[in-house]
């Protein structure tokens, strides 16, 4: 089996790629990734001596680019994590999210329709289906849950999905579609919430929590995020749409104070700082589908999933600090000097 990885530079993308290689010796593992700011060779630098690995730095959104790896590789299976990810810079600039996740999505169901597939797989998000209201614990995302879209980020998510499912409806093309919730562990880049927190905590800087830090994410350790696509690329219905998140809802506040605790820094870090425009409540999954048909269930805790993303931080400080240190700062000085 030939599977192209979009995006295995980045956090998901690249844990996908390490559990795929260890589960499946016999399988080629193709990675493609333009490495953007949030691609990282570094990430990959295990599997770059596997001769079941190889990888191609190409942009999604370049047609005739990717068409030639299609040629060169004739892959069996495509999983499009490659996305600009981040919503925060959604809000600083639309474009290149609308660029990557809408028409990179189209390049690369484009090359499956020409080359031929068995499965295009589209790593969507929680985030299509807006937020929930703090006060109604009783109501979860199903898959019928309306898509609605609050940052361009997840607009963009949620175009690419409709054009997933018309490239389906149209074509014909065999695809499934994912929307997993917030997920954690080794390799995620310090911009977002909990390795942020981590990085700053250590390096004893002040922890920015957005608003009054009441926002509830549903966290899912990376690994689990993993098992659930490689069941759902073999197990899963074309055409069909998989939730995936772990009933592990948590307020931002308490998520920041257990890193604290963990690291025996003082909450006095933790600052309130200007709420982000247009800020979701609430995200929680109802995997209710995933569990009956594939038999998928979260395996991670988070109280040990925590513990052992923060002993990858504390493990790997060249692999974050590189990042911390290099062009990150600018955005870091402009996202949070005047907040
Ligand atoms: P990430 O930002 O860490 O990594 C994105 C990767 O895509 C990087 O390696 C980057 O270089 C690459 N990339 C970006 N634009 C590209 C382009 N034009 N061509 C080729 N490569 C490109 O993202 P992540 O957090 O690992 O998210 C991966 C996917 O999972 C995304 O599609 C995201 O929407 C989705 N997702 C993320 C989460 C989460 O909690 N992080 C949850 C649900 C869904
Ligand atoms: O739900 C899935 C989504 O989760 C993915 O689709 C996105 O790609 C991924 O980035 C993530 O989006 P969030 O916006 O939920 O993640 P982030 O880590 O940016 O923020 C988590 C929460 O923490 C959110 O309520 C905003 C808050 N926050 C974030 C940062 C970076 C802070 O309070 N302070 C911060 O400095």
Same mark, same amino acid.
């Given at each position: ?6 995006? #295995? ?20 593992? !193709? ?7 949030? #691609? ?26 990717? &068409? ?5 590789? %004739? ?13 925060? %810079? ?14 990179? *999505? ?8 020409? +080359? ?24 979860? &995302? *199903?898959? *019928? *849950? ?16 409709? $054009?997933?499912?018309? +490239? ?16 954690? #562990? ?9 390795? /942020?927190?981590? @990085?700053? @905590? /250590? ?17 899912? +350790? ?6 659930? !696509?490689? /069941? !759902? ?8 749409? +998989? ?25 006095? $870090? ?5 709420? %982000? ?6 995200? @929680? ?11 998928? /269930? ?6 040990? #999933? ?22 990150? %700062? ?10």
């Amino acid at each position: 089996m030939k599977i192209i990885v979009t995006g #295995g530079a980045g956090f998901i993308g690249g844990n996908f790629v390490h559990y795929m290689l260890e589960k499946y010796p016999d399988y080629r593992i !193709i990675c493609v990734d333009c490495l953007t700011y949030a #691609g990282n060779l570094e990430t990959l630098n295990s599997a770059m001596d596997n001769p079941n690995f190889c990888f191609h730095k190409v942009d999604i959104t370049d047609r005739e680019a990717v &068409f030639s790896v299609f040629k060169e590789e %004739r892959p069996d299976i495509v999983v499009n994590f490659a996305a600009e990810s981040h919503v925060d %810079r959604s809000i600083e600039n639309p474009d290149v999210f609308l660029k990557t996740n809408i028409l990179g *999505t189209q390049v690369m169901m484009d090359a499956c329709r020409k +080359y031929g597939i068995r499965r295009y797989h589209q790593v969507s998000t929680d985030e299509v289906y807006g937020d929930l209201p703090l006060d109604r614990p009783d109501l979860f &995302f *199903t898959e *019928t *849950t309306p898509i609605h879209t609050s940052s361009p980020y997840s607009a963009s998510k949620a175009s690419a999905d409709l $054009l997933v499912q018309a +490239y389906h409806k149209t074509f014909g093309l065999p695809v499934t579609i994912s929307r997993c919730s917030n997920n954690y #562990g080794p390799y995620h880049f310090p911009e977002k919430l909990i390795p /942020l927190m981590i @990085a700053n @905590a /250590l390096n004893n800087k002040p922890l920015p929590v957005y608003g009054k830090g009441e926002n509830i994410r549903d966290w899912l +350790y990376v690994e689990d995020h993993c098992r659930a !696509i490689d /069941l !759902i690329i073999h197990k899963g219905t074309v055409g069909e749409i +998989y939730n995936i998140g772990g009933h592990n809802e948590m307020k931002n506040i308490d998520i920041v104070k257990i890193i604290c605790r963990e690291l025996n820094k003082p909450e006095s $870090l933790i600052t309130f700082v200007t709420d %982000r425009k247009g800020h979701d409540m609430r995200y @929680a999954i109802d995997p209710a589908k995933i569990r009956n048909e594939l038999g998928w /269930l979260p395996e991670t805790k988070f109280a040990d #999933g925590i513990q052992k993303t923060i002993k990858w931080y504390l493990d790997n400080r060249p692999w974050w600090e590189h990042i911390i240190n290099g062009e990150y %700062r600018q955005y870091y000085e402009r996202m949070y000097l005047n907040r």
